[in-house]
């Protein structure tokens, strides 16, 4: 009711100074008595008794429903009997509208039997006119029991307001006694633990331990409560289903008489989600920092292997003149370049750096087409396995990367186990609910194609188990793994829009699960890997543009060596120069697209493409395609090509010859050869 607040206040107010016999504070008192001079009788006697009144008289019962409407009164004095209204209709509308105020009967007429009836609606006490002495004390009581009642009512608000915030709060909350039994929990702490409230009434925190904290973990925070202190941390609990969750905690004591511990009770929030999140971000920062450095050396490291690779391929091309151990070695160069190559391209895969050939693949005829080669790489006394849906998987995706997915976990498996085991490759699709979404962070709600890799080697410790898909991560020896695969196989996932989880068991084996998103089946095949063809060569006339002068001197070696004919130039600008001073046609331009001097490799095409219609373009680069910037969408566009650094030379050759012929770019000339 409104007012009401304000009604209680004012009586605090006075309440606490009638603890005194006498009254200095003005009391309301609304009167309800038609006689002139009973009423002036009651005034002197209470003016008499100490009582200071300010008096509101009325008959009649609109009068008195009115003033209880519009004013506040600290007590109500009423006579029994009046022409017009009578005392317990009176008493029924203050119960009605102003519970709160005492009602005292005030009357010569009434009976005893009548003023137990009036007790028992609500009244307070009843005075006989005859016996007005007793009146001022009456007041007093009646105003001093009202006060604990409101005092009273307040509490019971207050210790219902606060049982109704407990049980509503988003945090888990507990109440136990000094030993720890759990005596009250709300809904939010079972909600996260599993249990039912019956089941952890009596119980002990130690109900939900996971054994990841020693014992001196738990004494240090029974010792710091016991000692009236509050304890705030990290705890790693287990829930009724066995799962392993994170919280924060803060368990407070509470003191009886302010000083002895009586109860403890504990607020948790459940931060699992978060601290996923968490190591998300992190996971995320860290390839973007591997992403920024990969991109950062890709150039100058890869226009370094170009020429290291390039020279031992071309010194080889004369390979009748060289004696076996010369030829041995410059092999062994060519394939420590290529694996630094692969190096390289991991680390810009996994910061999503790596320029992507998207197309529609069924994952499972990449798996079949990659068979042969997985056997090779597993050895024979690991059995490979493959498992395929009814329903052929399709994907939107980059068949080199989803090979090299393949390989990496392939490898991973091998070297856990060392004695030979069981590898086990399944496709299948499926669809995902908001059910599984909820109890799994990274997932979302559609069809996705699952591929599985299973082994059944030594398996990941727990450990061990967060940190897999760092980069330079490895639990292998110095020198037999570089800690990139699986970070590798991270970016290339993430790249695809998908997501992974793991589980493993020490001695059991690991599964990997990879998640990405299903396409609508299609007709177009899949690419295979490309088949090695014979090196052709020309002579048609090639401006190369290079401003690395050993990759340019390289490259043209290569180039002469194949009958082409050879002009060269160190920067854009240089090649204009020496396109004005032809004075024949040029039928391809190769050129690198970033390069000194205010004119790249784009704006260099442009002009020339300009000033000769159909001539023939192929951009390189020591950048992926996308690091190289807005040339990407150029290239894509156009019908140039385009050579990732380093390349080999039969790719180089190949390419050079399909851009001359007219012949659209294939899936892989932009990615070099890789060693396993």
């Not at 509308?93 to 009036?118: C, L, N």
């Not at 007709?523 to 290079?546: C, D, F, H, M």
């Not at 130039?569 to 004005?580: F, K, N, P, T």
């Amino acid at each position: 009711m409104q007012g009401q607040p304000r009604v209680e206040w004012c009586w605090r107010s006075k309440f606490e100074i009638m603890e005194d016999v006498t009254i200095k504070t003005l009391l309301r008192i609304l009167h309800v008595e038609d006689n002139p001079h009973d009423r002036q009788l009651v005034e002197e006697g209470l003016a008499a008794d100490g009582l200071v009144c300010e008096f509101i008289h009325v008959a009649e019962r609109g009068q008195f429903e009115a003033r209880l409407e519009q004013n506040q009164f600290d007590v109500i004095l009423s006579d029994f009997t009046l022409p017009s209204y009578d005392g317990m209709a009176a008493l029924a509308a203050s119960q009605t509208m102003r519970p709160e105020i005492p009602f005292i009967f005030v009357s010569g007429t009434i009976g005893e039997e009548r003023a137990v009836d009036g007790l028992k609606f609500g009244a307070t006490d009843f005075v006989l006119k005859g016996h007005l002495y007793r009146l001022g004390p009456v007041i007093r009581r009646a105003l001093r029991e009202a006060r604990e009642r409101s005092e009273r009512k307040r509490a019971e608000q207050q210790v219902h307001i606060q049982a109704m915030a407990l049980e509503a709060a988003a945090n888990g909350i507990i109440i136990t006694d000094k030993e720890g039994a759990i005596l009250w929990a709300n809904t939010a702490f079972c909600n996260m633990t599993g249990y039912a409230i019956e089941e952890v009434i009596g119980q002990t925190p130690r109900l939900f331990k996971s054994d990841r904290h020693g014992p001196n973990f738990y004494k240090e925070m029974w010792e710091t409560v016991m000692a009236g202190r509050a304890w705030r941390g990290e705890v790693t609990n287990r829930r009724k289903d066995g799962t392993i969750y994170d919280e924060e905690m803060t368990i407070t004591p509470v003191h009886a008489n302010g000083s002895r511990v009586t109860h403890f009770i504990a607020v948790k929030q459940d931060t699992t989600e978060r601290k996923h999140l968490e190591e998300q971000l992190r996971q995320a920062q860290k390839m973007e920092a591997i992403g920024r450095l990969a991109g950062g050396i890709a150039h100058d490291f890869n226009n370094l292997l170009t020429v290291i690779h390039g020279s031992a391929e071309l010194v080889l091309m004369r390979a009748e003149e060289l004696t076996p151990e010369v030829r041995e070695c410059l092999k062994l160069i060519t394939v420590s370049s290529e694996r630094a190559a692969n190096l390289t391209s991991q680390l810009l895969a996994f910061g999503r750096k790596q320029a992507m050939k998207t197309r529609p693949l069924s994952l499972s005829d990449v798996i079949k087409n990659l068979t042969k080669m997985l056997n090779r790489i597993i050895g024979e006394d690991i059995r490979l396995q493959c498992m395929y849906g009814p329903e052929p998987p399709f994907v939107e995706a980059d068949v080199g990367m989803m090979e090299q997915v393949l390989m990496n976990l392939a490898i991973n498996a091998r070297d856990a186990m060392p004695h030979g085991g069981q590898l086990l490759i399944t496709t299948d699709k499926i669809r995902l609910d908001e059910v599984y979404v909820h109890s799994h962070p990274e997932a979302r709600a559609g069809d996705f194609v699952f591929l599985t890799v299973s082994d059944t080697g030594s398996g990941i410790t727990p450990a061990d188990l967060p940190r897999i898909f760092e980069p330079f991560f490895t639990t292998k020896e110095p020198g037999k793994g570089t800690g990139l695969g699986l970070a590798t196989v991270y970016g290339i996932v993430k790249q695809h829009n998908g997501w992974i989880n793991v589980s493993s068991q020490l001695d059991s084996g690991t599964t990997f699960e990879i998640f990405l998103p299903a396409i609508q089946p299609t007709q177009t095949p899949t690419a295979l890997r490309p088949v090695k063809t014979s090196v052709l060569g020309g002579t048609e006339k090639i401006l190369l543009v290079e401003d690395d002068t050993a990759v340019r001197l390289l490259t043209r070696r290569i180039l002469e060596a194949y009958g082409y004919h050879v002009w060269e130039a160190a920067s854009g600008r240089q090649a204009l120069e020496v396109w004005r001073s032809l004075a024949t046609r040029i039928d391809l331009l190769l050129t690198d697209i970033v390069m000194p001097d205010g004119v790249s490799g784009r704006e260099l095409s442009d002009q020339l493409c300009a000033q000769t219609p159909g001539l023939k373009v192929i951009f390189t680069s020591g950048y992926s395609r996308d690091v190289a910037g807005q040339d990407t969408a150029f290239i894509r566009r156009s019908q140039a090509h385009f050579l990732q650094k380093p390349c080999p030379s039969d790719v180089l050759l190949n390419t050079v010859r399909r851009c001359l012929d007219g012949k659209t770019e294939t899936a892989n000339s932009s990615k070099p050869r890789s060693t396993i």
